[in-house]
Every structure is written in structure tokens, then in C-alpha cells.
């Protein structure tokens, strides 16, 4: 089993910048592709970017490609999701979510991964 838990959220005006963290307890995360998803009030569950256990990354090209940069730190056992430019459109949950078998992709729909953290708040004020 593993446990994600995401930290880093909070409330920001458009243009700043968040890191995001989703720390694992449990299982190491090296193997692991690692994704992050968010859910914006009254949308669905959307794909944010995501990396596999070899370093490789993806990212959604409408909403983080260019601003949004995701890395793992397998010594700490995280993955971040650095984010900048931040616009109103950003405003969301934002859930870290571990898939445990190795794949040759980033899966880009949710039903696909094994774990989910809670989620962290993200609000952008224009």
C-alpha cells in the first residue's frame, strides 16, 4: 500500500507561482508513474501532468504545457508540481495520484491509477 499526501496549496493572485508537493508513505515511489490531476467546482476530474518512473514527463497542453513543471525526488520520496503564471483557470483540488505497475505512458485518465491523496486546495484571485 502506499499513501500519498499533498501539501503546497493555497490562495494566490493570477501570476504567482505554487510548488505542490504529494509526499508517499508506504512504498517508495521510484517506480512508481506519478501523476496529477485536478477537479475545478462543478468540472470534472481533468489531467494536469504526470511522469513516469524513468524521469519521463507529460503535461496537458491546454492547461500546464509552458507554465507547469512536474519532478520527483526519489531521496525524499516526492513528486512536485511547480507551478507558474497561475491564472483563475488554475483554480482547483489538485490530487497527486501513483500508478504501481510500470508503463510505458503516463496514463491520462484517473481510472487508471492505484493510489489517491486528498487533494490540495489551489485558488487563484485575478
Known amino acids: 500500500q502506499v499513501q500519498l499526501v499533498e501539501s503546497g496549496g493555497g490562495s494566490v493572485q493570477a501570476g504567482a507561482s505554487l510548488r505542490l508537493s504529494c509526499a508517499a508513505s508506504?512504498?517508495?515511489?521510484?517506480?512508481?508513474?506519478v501523476a496529477w490531476f485536478r477537479q475545478a467546482p462543478g468540472k470534472e476530474r481533468e489531467f494536469v501532468a504526470g511522469?513516469?518512473?524513468?524521469?519521463?514527463?507529460?503535461y496537458s497542453p491546454d492547461s500546464a504545457l509552458g507554465r507547469f513543471t512536474i519532478s520527483r525526488d526519489n531521496t525524499k520520496n516526492t513528486v512536485d508540481l511547480q507551478m507558474n503564471s497561475l491564472k483563475p483557470e488554475d483554480t482547483g483540488v489538485y490530487y497527486c495520484?501513483?500508478?504501481?505497475?510500470?508503463?510505458?505512458?503516463?496514463?491520462?485518465?484517473?481510472?487508471?491509477?492505484?493510489?489517491w491523496g486528498q487533494g490540495t486546495q489551489v485558488t487563484v484571485s485575478s
Open positions: 508506504g512504498r517508495t515511489l521510484s517506480t512508481y508513474t
Open positions: 511522469i513516469k518512473w524513468s524521469g519521463g514527463s507529460t
Open positions: 495520484a501513483a500508478l504501481q505497475r510500470t508503463s510505458p505512458y503516463v496514463p491520462r485518465t484517473g481510472n487508471n491509477y492505484d493510489y
